[in-house]
């Protein structure tokens, strides 16, 4: 078995490698610090770990890697990378929300497309967030592109369902995880995060189970199932409070 997973050399993609190689799976890692995906390839040095250096915001490099790997079988293909950035959206460097669009929307919708032309079986995985379920002042075109992943991917697998397909799309939500997200969006990080080990095992588990939805831990549940009850004005009014205390 085969797994392909992008932003493998940090938080919740590095630790998705590292179980995944410890249950026996080759690997084929992508990031930009490719010296994080080395260290795992020397964890693991009796199995097939490939490691791309490819930063996915450049098409070109994108395109050389899916190149490379065109003739590999795949069995899980993970889009996991992906960033976000705290603020007043007008205070936000534009530049930063484009790449952030053009990451987590256009170059994982891309990656999709290519693994559902590529696999004759398996499972794609793409890595969503809670904020996709919650329009979030501070935090809003970060949100926004999770929603865009959460209904693309809910909508796909659906296609993939009817159409017979032995491909499923699974959708996976996470409240805060404590990565270098926090870091890269530019927050101190004062919520209360799950450990990336904990995320990971439910990620795993949900796998296991066949779910087309994975939302790590309980309370994310809760919130997920709560949240259709409560008005759009308390949603925003408690969202702005939260991200105003990170
Ligand atoms: N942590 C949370 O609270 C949280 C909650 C919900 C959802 N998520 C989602 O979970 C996913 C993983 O995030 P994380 O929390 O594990 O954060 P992280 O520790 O910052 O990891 C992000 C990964 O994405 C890679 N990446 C970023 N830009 C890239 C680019 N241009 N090209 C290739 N790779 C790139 C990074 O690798 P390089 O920098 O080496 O390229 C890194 O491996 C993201 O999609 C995030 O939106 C996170």
Redesign the pocket.
């Known amino acids: 078995m085969r797994a392909l997973i ?9 630790k998705l490698a590292i179980e995944l190689a410890n249950k026996g799976y080759d690997l084929i890692l ?4 490719i010296e ?1 995906l080395k260290e795992i390839q020397d964890m693991f040095n009796k199995q097939d770990i490939l490691i791309f250096q ?4 450049d098409q070109n490099q994108t395109k050389q890697l899916l190149i490379e790997i065109n003739t590999l079988k795949i069995d899980l293909w993970i889009n ?5 950035k705290v603020g007043v959206s007008t205070s936000i460097d534009l530049q930063d929300e484009m790449d952030m669009i053009e ?2 929307i256009k170059r994982l919708h891309h990656l999709t497309r290519f693994a559902i032309d590529h696999m004759t079986e398996g499972k794609i995985i793409n ?5 996709s379920y919650i329009p979030t002042p501070k935090l809003a075109s970060y949100a926004a592109s ?1 929603a865009y992943v959460t209904s693309y991917s809910e909508a796909l697998n659906y296609e993939l369902k009817k159409q017979k397909k032995n491909i499923k799309v699974i959708t996976v939500s ?4 404590h ?4 870091k ?1 969006a530019g927050s101190n990080q004062k919520l209360k ?1 799950m450990p990336v080990e904990k995320c990971v095992h439910h990620i795993l588990k949900g796998i296991n189970k066949n779910k087309s939805t994975i939302i790590p831990g309980f309370k994310m549940k809760l919130l997920k199932f709560f949240i259709r009850f409560f008005p759009k004005k308390l949603i925003l009014y408690t969202a702005y409070k939260i991200q105003s205390r990170k």
């Open positions: 992008t932003g493998a050399s940090s938080g919740i993609g590095r992508i990031a930009r610090r994080r490819t930063d996915l915001l996991n990378a992906g960033f976000g990451l987590n890595i969503s967030s809670m904020a999770k996470p409240g805060p995880v990565t270098e997200f926090g890269v995060s």
